[in-house]
Nanobody, 121 residues
Framework: QVQLVESGGGLVQAGGSLRLSCAASGSIRSIGSMRWYRQAPGKQRELVAHIGSGGSTDYVDSVKGRFTITRDNAKNTVYLQMNSLKPEDTGVYYC???????????????WGQGTQVTVSS
């Protein structure tokens, strides 16, 4: 059974920083793409940042220069460092991973349970 468990959310004032972590556990063979999504109240879930298995990254325009996605392959963990936070960054942040388990060579998509980030003005 594979799980993605997020941590690091919370309440912060505008201009502050938070670091989110997402650890994958279980019988994992390989992890491909890892991503962070967020969903603000009343809005659709949006892709915030992506990191490929080789370390290439991409970001939504609204967070470029403020957020940094990294991964530690030895720990099966992805991070999102969020600096200069704004009230519009508020939402539930979800991690996502494409991964192979030991039981299959096919990559499947997995989601974490979400962690709340609230930025006060």
């Amino acid at each position: 059974q594979v799980q993605l468990v997020e941590s690091g959310g919370g309440l912060v004032q505008a201009g502050g920083s938070l670091r989110l972590s997402c650890a994958a556990s279980g019988s994992i063979r390989s992890i491909g793409s890892m991503r962070w999504y967020r969903q603000a109240p009343g809005k659709q879930r949006e892709l915030v940042a992506h990191i490929g298995s080789g370390g290439s990254t991409d970001y939504v325009d609204s967070v470029k220069g403020r957020f940094t996605i990294t991964r530690d392959n030895a720990k099966n963990t992805v991070y999102l460092q969020m600096n200069s936070l704004k009230p519009e960054d508020t939402g539930v942040y979800y991690c996502y991973a494409d991964l192979q388990t030991m039981a299959t060579l096919t990559y499947y998509s997995y989601w974490g349970q979400g962690t709340q980030v609230t930025v006060s003005s």
